[in-house]
């Protein structure tokens, strides 16, 4: 019996038949503005409840909000995958800036429904929240409140989200363009190629040093070409969000991404000091590794380099069973789902131009369905992200049984869930080597995620905190936010780099995602949150997935700090637990650090 082959390219026409030409979609867009134009009357005439009795007309707006997001939310992430997938959609484009402006009405309408329950009286509003209809809604409609008390007058909030949709935002929206446009032909393996970014970065796994030194340089100079329009970019954006803290008068940039993760600065400052503490292992990694490349520091382009000639590929439809069989050893549920998402075809995962760099997740919720984006090249790199990608998906199936409110989790928890799904497979692929060079490159692969955790994210952060920090004084020219850049990557690599990318920022969409703050710090959290999880999924084998399941259902409805309390009983605004979580990568390092030594 042959084994099903999946289709590299996602089914969108499942949801809007004609991509972005669709008239099922014009239609939708069309339904879309109805439902807002009726959501912003019932808004108008909404009025500050007074008495348990008005639980019923809250409860219903609700459900209108509710409504009205799915549909938009639905259509924003199907165009979001038509411009992922071309880049030169210009149709999508347009459409895109539509619903831009559609989510800056409803969010003026979210606004005035906050304010208006923000002035609640305080024995009605705990009356109201014990009530049937509200009080497994309690945690978020008290977020609601909460969040008000720190924001500006409605008026003014209004106009910041009126002014942000051709301000603020449009600058990320300009950064996709200009990344879209990038072209760079490069001679790989003898034939001359034109390659889109993304593909590019695929080559610093390249075997050859050649092609990856060549590609590394090439990108450099067209971002150090386009550079002065990067700076913008990001000055704009940050000076944006400068100016709308000032007003409201938040005296830190990281109160808004804090508040977004449902994190303390406790737990953040606990993470990244545990962290620093333990960060030798991983520069003698980064030391041996580059003299297994013949040089004495490590190079930026070499970073992903193969330590092996034997480095393993999997063609697509051999990474895909691997994952799903890796994934049945941890539970049926996990294992189910992502081989309907093969089945189904809900992967974009074809090699080709014209497609953005790098991987998500998106959810379309009127459907119950997951799209996943990456680039697909066979390195076990492109299997882990995969298995990333799947993990994200996961966490939104976790979640069907609850309360639409209550499914909106921060991006700590969903990395956690994404990272997750990423280590059973990163795990099981070192465990099933075959040789010890094949082991060397697993290991060395595990050890690439460890590294970027805890090194490179911690230069993004940095870069970051600095970069806000001077912008509060002024435009940050191009050739600051290279230094800047340099500099954070050799502290942040424990100055085990000969040479950096001074043109990170340039070239990371993160910096560049308007409606993320901080893009950074999450990912390191979700990474070492969910190697606690993981060491108790292997305690208690695969009846461990429904109690994981759980947990995951509680990602919205808790602050991170309960979350772990509750489900790990631990405090993780100590260091203690962070460094746990260290300690487990350290021991991938010592595994390496011996093999190379045997190998030597």
């Known amino acids: 019996m042959s084994k099903k082959m999946y289709s590299e390219v996602w089914d969108l026409d499942v949801f809007f038949k004609g991509g972005s030409e669709s008239i099922e979609l014009r239609t939708h867009l069309d339904e879309v503005k109805k439902k807002i134009d009726a959501l912003e009357k019932t808004s108008t005439s909404f009025e500050v409840p007074t008495a348990r009795d008005a639980s019923k007309e809250i409860a219903d707006l609700i459900e209108q909000i509710k409504d009205s997001t799915l549909n938009m939310s639905q259509a924003g992430a199907v165009i979001g995958c038509f411009l992922a997938a071309d880049t030169t959609d210009k149709k999508a484009l347009i459409l895109q800036g539509e619903v ?16 208006t329950l923000a002035k609640v009286e305080e024995n009605t509003w705990h ?26 007058s409605e008026e003014e909030e209004s106009l910041i989200t009126s002014l942000s949709v051709d301000g603020y935002h449009g600058w990320g929206s300009l950064y996709d363009l200009l990344v879209g446009s990038i072209k760079i032909r490069l001679v790989v393996d003898g034939k001359e190629k034109e390659l889109s970014v993304g593909q590019a970065n695929n080559l610093s796994s390249h075997a050859s040093a050649d092609v990856r ?52 600065e406790d737990t953040l400052d606990a993470m990244w000091g545990a962290i620093g503490a333990n960060k030798g292992p991983f520069v003698e990694y ?23 000639a034997s480095t393993k590929k999997m063609e697509y439809q051999e990474g895909a069973e691997f994952i799903l069989k890796q994934f049945g050893e941890f539970g049926p549920e996990l294992e189910a789902f992502s081989r309907k998402a093969f089945e189904d075809s809900w992967i974009e995962a074809e090699d080709r131009p014209n ?60 990395e956690t869930a994404s990272t997750f799904a990423e280590m059973i497979v990163a795990d099981a692929a070192v465990k099933a080597a075959e040789t010890a060079d094949e082991k060397l490159a697993l290991l060395e692969d595990k050890i690439q995620r460890s590294v970027a955790f805890f090194m490179n994210i911690h230069a993004r952060f940095l870069f970051e905190t600095r970069f806000y920090e001077e912008r509060k004084n002024g435009i940050v020219p191009a050739t600051r936010l290279n230094e800047l850049m340099s500099e954070a990557q050799q ?90 979580g260290v300690a487990l990568c350290v021991k991938d390092v010592e595994e390496f650090l011996e093999l190379t030594s045997v190998k030597g």
Request: charged share 25%; hydrophobic share 40%; net charge negative.
């Open 355 to 414: 497609k953005r760099p790098g991987g998500f997740c998106t959810g379309m919720p009127m459907s119950e369905q997951s799209r996943i984006f990456m680039t697909y090249s066979g390195s076990m790199s492109n299997v882990a992200t995969l298995a990333h990608e799947l993990g994200h998906a996961f966490h939104s199936y976790a979640l069907r049984p609850v309360h639409w409110m209550n499914r909106q989790y921060a991006m700590g928890v969903a």
């Open 100 to 115: 831009g402006s559609l989510r800056a009405r409803f969010s003026t309408v979210m606004l005035k429904v906050q304010q």
């Open 127 to 152: 009356d109201l929240m014990e009530s049937s209809e509200l009080k497994e809604l309690s945690f978020v409609l008290n977020e609601w409140r909460e969040e008000v008390e720190l924001k500006l």
């Open 491 to 580: 502290e942040a690599y424990g100055d085990a780099l000969d040479t950096t990318h001074p043109h990170f920022w340039a070239s990371k969409l993160h910096f560049y995602i308007t409606g993320v703050q901080f893009y950074n710090f999450p990912y390191t959290f979700g990474y070492l949150f969910s190697l606690s999880i993981y060491a108790k999924a292997l305690e208690e084998g695969q009846g461990f997935e429904e109690k994981y399941m759980a947990l995951l259902r509680d990602t919205a409805v808790m602050s991170v700090e309960d979350l772990a309390m509750k489900h790990l009983g631990e405090d993780i605004t100590k260091q203690e637990f962070w460094a746990k």
């Open 286 to 308: 980064l030391t041996v590794k580059a003299k297994m490349l013949g040089t004495e520091k490590m190079n930026w382009y070499d970073m992903d380099a193969p330590v092996t």
């Open 213 to 264: 030194k060549m590609s590394f340089e090439a990108l450099e100079e067209v971002w150090e070409e386009k550079e002065d329009f990067f700076a913008t970019a990001l000055n704009r954006i940050a000076g944006f969000r400068l100016a709308v803290y000032e007003k409201r008068g938040w005296d830190s940039v990281l109160k808004e991404p804090l508040l977004r993760n449902r994190m303390s």
